[in-house]
């Protein structure tokens, strides 16, 4: 059997660390602190990867992270309307501005993953991307949406897993990829540098 690993998400995002619970995992969550503003790239698919590869690699420098020679998951999505990247929301006013640009209309939800391995100094990363098709929601249905507070805290003002998914019409793509993680990609990642994802599974009660 291979040795055990410790694996940190660099992210605060409850969907993410469910994903991966579901999949059998369960890492140590440690936010990293990145300032998302202050990060900037050409498009949305690299400002996603640029984004992740920094989380990533703040936590993996944390002193206590290399000691315990960690992998780390950085994440970060954003959804690629007509070219611009969109991230959350910034208050109900642009989100429900939003929600009404999106509906009947389809967008990119673009997410960045970088696997650092803190004990080797190597890192991996690369973006998914998930067409995501929007329905038509009416102003009212948009408005108790927005009232919700839930797209104030996700990328894109909407999310699969919640109170917007009946307002999605269809993807094109992976589906955990828009509610934060692509598995498959975090597979591949970490086979890149010599880990099997099976290895990381806690073991069941």
Known sequence: MSEARH???ASQSPARLGLLRQ????????????????VS??????LALALAVAKASVVAARPEVVRAGSLVVGCDSVLDLDGEALGKPADAEEATARWKSMRG?????????????ARTGRHVSATASTVV??????DAEIAAYVASGEPLHVAGAFTLDGRSAPFVDGIDGDHGNVIGISLPLLRRLLAELGVGITDLWTPRP
């Open 23 to 38: 999949a059998g995992l369960d890492p140590e969550v440690i936010v990293s602190g990145v300032d998302e503003d202050a």
């Open 105 to 117: 209309r389809a967008g990119t939800l673009q997410t960045g993953h970088c696997v650092y391995d």
């Open 41 to 46: 790239a050409p498009t949305p698919a690299e």
């Open 7 to 9: 694996l940190v998400l």
């Open 133 to 138: 098709r929007f329905g038509e929601p009416t």
